[in-house]
């Protein structure tokens, strides 16, 4: 349990800090404003691609921030408990 | 050999003879070699301070801590050393992709619309701002003893004076709080009240009533308190009754 608790705090973390840095790249107009890191994304005219894929990536490490915490949180445990659950009915 | 010196209890630790150790006993060569010159004056030493440690562990109840711990090097160093290069790491990591704006230089002949000091000093604001609480006499014709700032750095003396004794006080031998429910209840309320406190010296912070704010500020430490009290007071007694249990299990009552 403790592993699985250890890898979805990595991926929780990990994914965080790069969801929040790019965030902060795309979604931030100023540090002293109210609406920080959840702002509209703003592109600016002169993007390359390599903004275009942060934006990307911003959004892909958010949900795997997410969805990877929970994976390993709460349904790989959940699973498991199901999985001896059963086989104690069975039994 | 030795008769002498193994047959009597008492131990030369003056220097005089050569005192081997328990296990190891010298063969007649190395006995030789140590009994002239140079060489039996650094034995003698060495074997003197050797046997006074021994004698020294032997009568004293020090407990052994070698084989408890690990030496500062390469166990300790290593692992500050990790955790140091990693907080460095993240500070240099953060300070290249989000790079703080720095804002315009403060000036000087407005006044700020939110002034606030740090938010670790919040509580000491907050308790600047107990004006409501500060009596007005009737026997003083209505009047307030003292003005209200007066009243708040009176509260910050007293706050910061009690958490200041608290080092002194003998606090027993408990060291879980459902062994002392009640000073953990008051605890808990004291952070909590930390907490209000830190809030109501932000008063726009919440959108709530002022004097709703202010009324909660000092209900829900007690509140709290008294939940934790509840809580810690159920729990004790399964927790007495878990290490009375594991006690006579170890040891049945004759």
């Keep these: 349990m403790a592993d699985e608790f250890i890898k979805g705090l990595g991926i929780f973390t990990g994914a965080g800090l790069a969801w929040m840095v790019l965030a902060g790249w795309y979604r931030t107009s100023s540090f002293e404003s109210s609406q920080q890191l959840v702002e509209p994304v703003s592109l600016s005219d002169s993007a390359t691609m390599f903004d275009t894929l942060g934006v990307l990536l911003m959004d892909v490490f958010f949900w795997f921030a997410i969805i990877g915490a929970l994976t390993f949180w709460v349904g790989i445990p959940a699973v498991r408990q199901a999985r001896e659950a059963l086989e104690e009915r069975v039994q | 050999m030795t008769d002498e010196d193994t047959n009597t209890d008492d131990v030369r630790t003056d220097g005089s003879g050569i005192v081997a150790p328990d296990d190891e006993t010298p063969t007649w060569r190395e006995r030789k070699e140590r009994t002239e010159g140079l060489s039996r004056l650094t034995y003698e030493y060495f074997e003197r301070a050797r046997r006074e440690d021994q004698d020294l562990r032997q009568e004293s109840d020090y407990v052994e801590r070698d084989v408890l711990a690990f ?184």
């Excluded at chain 2, 290593?78 to 300070?95: D, E, K, P, Q």
């Excluded at chain 2, 000491?124 to 701002?129: D, H, N, R, Y």
């Design chain 2, 71 to 254: 030496p500062t090097w390469p166990h300790e160093i290593i692992r500050n050393l990790a955790i140091a290069s990693f907080f460095v790491g993240m500070l240099l990591f953060l300070s290249a992709t989000l790079p703080p704006h720095i804002g315009a230089p403060a000036n000087p002949s407005s006044t700020p619309a939110i002034i606030l000091p740090d938010w670790y000093l919040y509580w000491s604001f907050g308790l600047l701002k107990l004006g409501p609480l500060n009596p007005e006499l009737s026997i003083l014709g209505g009047q307030k003893l003292m003005a209200d700032r007066t009243y708040g750095v009176l509260a910050n003396l007293v706050v910061v004076g009690i958490v200041a004794i608290v080092p002194f006080l003998n606090k027993g031998s408990a060291r879980r709080p459902v062994e002392q429910p009640f000073w953990a209840a008051v605890g808990v309320g004291g952070v909590i009240f930390a907490f209000t406190i830190s809030v109501y010296s932000a008063k726009n912070l919440i959108p709530m009533n002022v004097d709703l704010l202010f009324d909660l500020t000092f209900l829900l430490p007690i509140v709290g308190g008294f939940v934790t009290w509840a809580v810690l007071k159920t729990m004790r007694e399964g927790y007495m009754y878990d290490l009375n249990r594991r006690y006579y299990r170890l040891r049945p009552p004759k």
